[in-house]
């Protein structure tokens, strides 16, 4: 699976703040240490079978599935099948099911 790396100019921008604050003491090591895990998230592709393995082991229908990550039934079927691939914010919250479990999103 491939690995996405993006620089985001509101995460970086985030960051160099959180730094400043950890500098002059109004943030912990700790919660230093947060804002650099969340800097490093890697996000890969999904492939289709993945998806679809996703969706099944948390015993979710196509549509309710659509409806967790806030995108259309047919979109999941075509994500499912490889016509399309997701991408965004989908892709995100998908790399965050796969890590964490669908917990995290409801």
């Not at 996000?43 to 309710?64: D, F, G, T």
């Not at 039934?73 to 796969?98: A, Y």
């Amino acid at each position: 699976m491939a690995t996405i790396k993006r620089k985001s100019r509101i995460l970086e921008e985030m960051h160099e703040t959180a730094r400043g604050l950890h500098n002059v003491g109004l943030i912990s090591k700790r919660r230093m240490a947060e804002f650099d895990a969340l800097r490093h998230l890697d996000i890969h592709e999904m492939p289709p079978q993945r998806i679809r393995s996703l969706r099944e082991s948390a015993h979710l229908s196509q549509a309710v599935f659509a409806a967790v990550l806030n995108t259309s039934v047919s979109t999941v079927q075509k994500w499912e099948i490889g016509d399309k691939k997701p991408s965004g914010s989908s892709l995100k919250l998908l790399n965050l099911i796969e890590r964490k479990g669908l917990e995290v999103v409801l």
